[in-house]
């Protein structure tokens, strides 16, 4: 079939013959970059970047932020976990263009050395750590989480998925810290950390 038997035109600009991978790079063959403005730790930052940048990438390598870590790369550890509108997401799984404007907050953002977040304040002192370098995407899932529970979102270990109020028992702590894996196996007293900031009943 001819590109006239389809109403196919094929402009005469030297485009033909052009890949896929040629449309998405400049005359000097890099990669065309994306011009962003994140939103990071209250601070706006201005970005050039890949456009398949990660956003764990953008902060890592490009704003420094080192306290979000890449573990698995693929979002089964949890390493990455920042906020995102108050929402924890795994940052290896999303691009940087995708949050222009968008609030991220990493464990920088948090709280520092002379204003700890109580989060992190818990995890010292329930010694929620062992080796640290799951602990700042344990602690910004666990600061997520508990907005999560807060706005009533069940999880699997909910008893009744329709009360509008969740208790969150220790079961439910281990649910939902679940995506967040320790290899230390510091299990026991991260969900004592979160216990101690979120209170009531172990069950």
Request: net charge negative; with cysteine.
């Amino acid at each position: 079939m001819s590109d006239s038997d389809t109403g196919v035109t094929v402009a005469s600009s030297g485009m033909a013959g052009a890949t896929s991978n040629d449309m998405g790079r400049s005359e000097g063959g890099m990669p065309r970059l994306s011009a962003i403005t994140l939103r990071v730790n209250d601070q706006e930052r201005r970005l050039d970047v890949d456009p398949r940048t990660s956003l764990l990438d953008a902060l890592r390598e490009h704003l420094h932020l080192s306290g979000t870590k890449k573990g698995c790369d693929h979002g089964q550890c949890g390493a990455c976990t920042v906020l995102i509108n108050g929402r924890r997401v795994n940052s290896c799984l999303t691009l940087a263009v995708m949050h222009e404007g968008d609030d991220v907050v990493t464990i920088e953002g948090l709280g520092d050395p002379e204003g700890l977040h109580p989060m992190q304040l818990a995890f010292v002192e329930c010694d929620g750590f062992q080796c640290g370098y799951c602990t700042p995407g344990q602690i910004c899932s666990a600061v997520g989480m508990l907005a999560e529970v807060e706005a009533g979102w069940p999880s699997h270990a909910t008893a009744d998925v329709a009360s509008p109020r969740v208790t969150l028992t220790d079961a439910e702590i281990r649910e939902r810290m679940s995506g967040n894996i320790c290899r230390c196996a510091a299990y026991p007293n991260i969900v004592a950390a979160v216990r101690s900031v979120a209170g009531g009943d172990p069950g």
